[in-house]
């Protein structure tokens, strides 16, 4: 069965504008993308999209470089990557839609909904803690090789009798298992696997119909030929790439890890950003409310840098980057929506924070005016 996205009565929230037209300078806004093609070529990344929207307003939408190296398939603007982390701000939109339905509280103990976590070691774990990554658990469900897991559940249910390693509320310490167990969460509550809430309670009301939560997808869909390769180097900057990942192999867990796992081209994520930027309102849909949503992008009290399942990077600016290269920020004060997409990132290679750098200084501060 072919992919038939369902339809909704949305209009495109964005469209096309000159960069001086919303106060951006196109000379730096040049130079920012020159910049990530002199990253190509010199073997910084392998490629990489670019969008910035101002006012709902798009200034920029390239791509440079390659989405498969090998296969020489060059990277476009409709790419679809593996945005990893970057799927973490719709597993907390999830569970908050859960709270305003008054489902839950974010300081319910999770074992009143997963019973795995109902010992001595894990009882004390509250759904803020997993938001907030300050549960105490660590490590990972993902192995070398995979996961030995079938489920999520049954991957949850293990992180919840192993425990944490740190006492509960005591420390920041970021953990994807912990946020595969507010997947585990929302499916629990909702009654639906957590990629179906995900996919029919933000996704689709977005208007996001290149997304999508793992790769099971059909193997007449148009999509799956558009996700790029993924790409790593053991030694820093001074080794060559080596693909890891294609799209013609599956991916390497069966099953929606919660912590990962969203598949989406840069313009569908920008749709989510915007939604948020609009404190929860999307044209005429409200996902969240304006106080869940300030609540949701402020810095929380463990942490200066992360919210509930949001980076902050500083005052009104909210986001999250993802595993292999993917960054994505949203800038209130500004009215600004910026990504970088790459899946060939490692780490000290430094160009996600170094692009947002390069479009923050292509914004025109206009002078007040004298009195």
């Known amino acids: 069965m072919s992919y038939e996205p369902i339809q909704y009565e949305l209009s495109e929230p964005f469209s ?39 006012r709902n307003r798009i200034v920029l939408h390239e791509a440079v470089g390659w989405s498969d190296r090998e296969r020489q398939i060059p990277m476009k603007t409709h790419t679809i990557f593996m945005m990893r982390s970057m799927t973490k701000p719709l597993l907390g939109t999830a569970i908050l839609m859960l709270k305003e339905e008054g489902r839950l509280t974010l300081q319910d103990k999770v074992c009143k ?3 795995a976590f109902d010992n001595e070691r894990s009882r004390d774990i ?17 192995e070398n090789s995979g996961s030995r897991y079938a489920s999520l559940r049954e991957a949850v249910d293990e992180v919840g009798r192993r425990g944490p390693e740190h006492p509960p509320g005591t420390r920041y310490e970021y ?59 053991e030694n820093g900057e001074s080794g060559p790439w080596t693909k890891t990942w294609d799209n013609t192999r599956p991916e390497e867990v069966p099953f929606f890890r919660a912590s990962g796992g969203l598949f989406a081209p840069g313009i569908d994520y920008a749709k989510f950003l915007s939604c948020m930027l609009d404190g929860g309102r999307f044209g005429d849909f409200r996902l969240l409310s304006e106080e869940t949503v ?3 992008t402020s810095p929380s009290v463990m942490s200066k840098e992360y919210g509930l399942h949001w980076q902050t990077f500083g005052n009104d600016v909210f986001g999250h980057g993802g595993f292999q290269g993917t ?10 929506i910026g990504l970088y997409l790459s899946q060939s990132e490692t780490t000290g290679n430094a160009t996600r924070p170094e692009f947002k ?15």
């Open 327 to 336: 960054l994505s920020w949203a800038d209130k004060s500004n009215d600004l």
């Open 126 to 142: 509250t759904i803020y803690q997993l938001l907030t990554h300050t549960s105490g658990i660590t490590g990972s469900i993902v």
């Open 175 to 233: 953990s994807d298992p912990g946020s595969s167990a507010v997947g585990a969460v929302v499916a629990e509550i909702s009654g639906i696997p957590v990629e179906d809430f995900v996919r029919t309670r933000i996704l689709e009301p977005l208007g996001m119909g290149d997304s999508f939560l793992d790769f099971k997808l059909q193997p007449n869909d148009p999509r799956a030929g558009r996700v790029a390769a993924s790409y790593c180097r």
């Open 294 to 296: 300030e609540l949701a």
């Open 16 to 54: 096309p504008a000159s960069p001086e037209s919303v106060d951006i300078s196109p000379q730096s806004l040049r130079h920012a993308v020159e910049t990530v093609r002199v990253w190509v070529d010199e073997g910084r990344i392998v490629g990489a999209v670019m969008l910035v929207i101002r």
């Open 357 to 371: 750098k390069l479009v923050e200084s292509a914004i025109v501060k206009k002078r007040a005016n004298a009195l």
């Open 113 to 115: 909904y997963l019973p």
